[in-house]
């Protein structure tokens, strides 16, 4: 089920009391909703994640694509028709740069064994071997979230809906914050849409898979 733009439109102009859009006009109540969700990503970039077979170019340096926020991880290599091979594991640059200072230029391959990242680079990526511009990665990166329009549904997950919505309270009173406490609700709201990232993020770490009671092992 996906939530319908309008209805968030809607719920905000019963909340500000301006249902015909005067004060505050539609269309600026849906910017304000494209902006929140692209905080949403900017809190917690999952939100936008896409898993996808990328082709790399030749040479160590690679990139994710263009809507690209920031690389998540790298699961293994593939083949051209989507077929799965070698796991690809990442290392640390420093290791390679100390023991074999000139990776770079080393003989290129189709397969990739390692891959390097830098938070201070987050759409770039290293590989090794350097790659021919044949191979195939099953990459996971965050994506900016597809901007929405009037008709049409949230780009984001349904969850979030309710911290949309106290976003563009924040962003609405914030706009008449010269109106007695005007300026104090544009606050409150967006704590709230913080606090409801905060509480999402927390009860994802509770259920996520990787989250194990007991050791387990590979039989």
């Given amino acids: 089920m996906t939530v319908p733009v309008d209805s968030i439109i809607n719920r905000a102009q019963v909340l500000i009391q301006?249902?015909?859009g005067v004060r505050w006009p539609t269309a600026e109540l849906l910017d304000w909703i494209n902006d929140g969700q692209r905080e949403v990503c900017l809190f917690k970039p999952s939100v936008g994640a896409k898993n996808e077979t990328l082709t790399l170019s030749s040479g160590t340096k690679q990139s994710i694509p263009a809507s690209g926020l920031g690389l998540l991880r790298i699961?293994?290599?593939m083949s051209a028709?989507?077929?799965g091979a070698r796991a690809v594991r990442i290392i640390d640059r420093e290791v390679l740069d100390t023991q074999l200072p000139?990776?770079?230029s080393e003989?290129?391959?189709?397969n990739v064994k390692h891959y390097m990242f830098d938070d201070l680079d987050p759409t770039n990526y290293y590989v090794y071997p350097p790659n021919t511009g044949g191979g195939y990665l099953e990459v996971i990166y965050a994506a900016t979230p597809t901007p929405v329009t009037s008709g049409g549904d949230i780009s984001i997950p349904d969850v979030y809906a309710n911290g949309l919505l106290d976003y563009v309270l924040f962003r609405a009173y914030g706009k008449d914050s010269?109106?007695?406490g005007n300026a104090q609700r544009s606050g409150q709201h967006y704590q709230l849409f913080t606090t409801s990232l905060g509480m999402k993020t927390q009860a994802d770490g509770f259920s996520s898979p990787n989250v194990q009671t007991e050791a387990t092992q590979i039989v």
């Avoid at 003989?107 to 189709?110: G, H, L, S």
């Fill in 178 to 180: 010269d109106h007695a």
């Fill in 81 to 83: 028709s989507g077929g």
């Fill in 18 to 20: 301006d249902t015909t």
């Fill in 107 to 110: 003989t290129a391959t189709a």
């Fill in 75 to 77: 699961v293994r290599n």
């Fill in 102 to 104: 000139d990776w770079h």
